[in-house]
């Protein structure tokens, strides 16, 4: 059984440009959960996201930022007109369902760098 | 408001020793969970070790241990017979169990070096 995986793992994007960050949850996950690491912080949490419906976007910057997690395919995070400030690790978590007792098992992340 | 302090941004121990890493946190709720997370320089993250509000045992798992003082509210994180693979950063986080988002807030994190 695969885990969650994350593609890219490393993009490099000027500023203004749009990135796109995918996210696959493990096999029979329906709930998945994207979270931000700035250089030498812990891991902030940005949006938790059920197929088709966000369920809790309380972390997502109000502007240039959204996240989609579509019946079919891989939950998407897009980041547009990129900023320096952008530049951060991005990952992703699935769990099997929404309880809080539902462990959460991270992708590998991806490397998002501004130039 | 929820939080996780760890208040020490680096760690030294010498393989073989024990260690200690510091956590507290910030709750109204009564019932949440408490997470160990490994981050290696690779950068992915690790699941070490959970403990429940409810839980009377402390955790453990392998050389792993949890120290929770629940009127504290600590969680530390004690690492027995240290290895040098066991050098990379660890977080300490929080899921509350009220509002059923399952969203875990981290702490910043500590950087453990293992001296051979």
């Known amino acids: 059984n695969a885990g969650v995986m994350q593609n890219p793992r490393h993009l490099v994007r000027r500023r203004g440009q749009e990135a796109r960050l995918r996210c696959s949850p493990m096999k029979g996950h329906s709930h998945v959960y994207w979270y931000r690491q700035l250089p030498e912080e812990g891991l902030k949490f940005m949006v938790y996201l059920q197929k088709e419906n966000i369920i809790d976007e309380s972390g997502m910057p109000k502007e240039r930022f959204s996240a989609e997690f579509p019946k079919e395919g891989p939950s998407i995070l897009r980041i547009q007109q990129v900023v320096r400030g952008d530049s951060a690790a991005y990952f992703c978590a699935s769990s099997v369902g929404g309880s809080s007792y539902n462990e959460q098992f991270f992708g590998p992340g991806t490397r998002l760098t501004v130039l | 408001a929820q939080k996780i302090t760890q208040t020490q941004p680096g760690m030294f121990v010498q393989e073989k020793e024990a260690v200690t890493l510091d956590c507290t946190y910030d709750?109204?709720?009564?019932?949440?969970?408490l997470f160990w997370y490994k981050q290696p320089s690779s950068g992915e993250m690790i699941f070490l070790i959970y403990q429940g509000s409810y839980d009377e045992q402390n955790a453990t798992e392998g050389r792993y241990s949890l120290n929770f003082q629940k009127a504290r509210k600590s969680a530390n994180l004690v690492i027995s017979a240290s290895q040098l693979g066991d050098s990379a950063m660890y977080f300490c986080?929080?899921?509350?169990?009220?509002?059923?988002?399952?969203?875990?807030?981290f702490g910043q994190g500590t950087t453990l070096q293992v001296k051979p």
């Open positions: 709750t109204s709720d009564q019932s949440y969970g």
């Open positions: 986080a929080m899921r509350e169990f009220s509002g059923n988002t399952g969203k875990l807030i």
